[in-house]
C-alpha cells in the first residue's frame, strides 16, 4: 500500500529492500518522522534515538513503500514508557 505523507508525520520502516532504500542504514522496525517529502513522493525524515529526535544524514529520499503510518500517540505513548524504564533501571 502506498500511503501520501506529509511533513510531521511519524513512520515505521518496514522494508529495507535496496531498490527503494537508496543504500540507507535503515532496519525494519526504525521510527522516522518525515521532515520533507519530494515532488516524486519520496520522503526524508528524523530518526528518532533514545527519545530525542535526531537529523539522520544517511536518510535520503526513500521511497515510501518503505514505510507505514505511525499514529503520533504510539509515539508519546512510547517515549513514556522508555522514560520509565530508564528511571527503574536507574534505582
Not at 528524523?46 to 499514529?71: A, G, H, M, Q
Request: proline share 5%.
Amino acid at each position: 500500500m502506498n500511503h501520501q505523507f506529509k511533513p510531521g508525520d511519524w513512520v515505521q520502516c518496514v522494508n529495507v529492500d535496496a531498490e527503494f532504500c537508496n543504500s540507507t542504514i535503515l532496519e525494519v522496525g526504525d521510527i522516522f518522522q518525515i521532515t520533507e517529502v519530494s515532488v516524486l513522493g519520496n520522503i526524508r525524515g528524523s530518526r528518532t534515538k533514545n527519545n530525542e529526535i535526531v537529523d539522520d544524514p544517511y536518510l535520503f529520499w526513500i521511497n515510501p513503500v518503505c514505510f507505514i503510518p505511525v499514529d503520533p500517540f504510539q509515539i508519546k505513548v512510547k517515549q513514556i514508557k522508555d522514560e520509565l524504564d530508564k528511571s527503574l533501571q536507574a534505582r
